[in-house]
């Protein structure tokens, strides 16, 4: 069956245009994760980070190696370097489902290498979570949300993106916003509710 494109669903705005960045240190968010084979046929996994207030992708190639003791002991260690420094805990999520590790925030220290004659963006190393969280208390809290907000909205399907914020209801009755949920939320009598044992408190994110 033919695919059949619709132009409507095109945004200018949403299209990427790689910027070089200078060596440093940045705050940076798992955008995707894959499994793929080298040319030299080794299993890796591709790590691909979206860079804070920044129009810039960095990749992170981790060699999946385990013939000898040495290989898999190197292999555990990176990967352990991405769990603490993404803040990704094994024993509470499956480490190795890529899923588990879209969306986590962390430090790199980004640097820049030459490839058939162009620069580019290159991983060089993580930061500790620690330097990470006071790297984003140093930047102006406004803009970096004026950055996520934008880069939301840009991956948002048009649909929400078009859609009025919010309508009103009939009369006094509420309205819904654009995900068709009630408008202003509605109180939740939680008196008959009985008590439950509080969650255990988890590491909060680190904003991007």
Request: aromatic share 12%.
């Amino acid at each position: 069956m033919p695919y059949h494109y619709d132009s409507r669903n095109y945004d200018p705005s949403a299209t990427y245009k790689p910027e070089l960045l200078p060596p440093g240190d940045y705050l940076c968010r798992i955008r995707n994760a894959d499994y793929m084979t080298a040319q030299s046929g080794c299993e890796m996994i591709r790590v691909e980070f979206d860079v804070s207030g920044h129009q810039a992708r960095v990749y992170y190639y981790l060699p999946l190696r385990e013939a000898t003791f040495e290989e898999h002991q190197q292999t555990d260690q990176r990967l352990g370097e991405l769990f603490a420094a993404c803040g990704i805990d094994p024993a509470k999520v499956e480490p190795m489902n890529l899923e588990n590790w879209i969306g986590k925030t962390c430090g790199v220290h980004v640097k820049q290498t030459t490839y058939n004659g162009e620069k580019r963006n290159a991983f060089h190393y993580f930061i500790e979570r620690s330097a990470a969280r006071a790297m984003f208390a140093q930047k102006p809290a406004g803009k970096q949300q004026e950055l996520f907000s934008q880069q939301q909205t840009q991956s948002q399907p048009r649909s929400y993106r078009s859609a009025a914020p919010r309508t009103n209801g009939p009369g006094d009755a509420p309205g819904f916003d654009r995900y068709g949920e009630a408008y202003p939320p509605q109180p939740i009598d939680i008196s008959d509710m009985e008590p439950s044992a509080a969650a255990p408190a988890e590491e909060a994110d680190i904003p991007f």
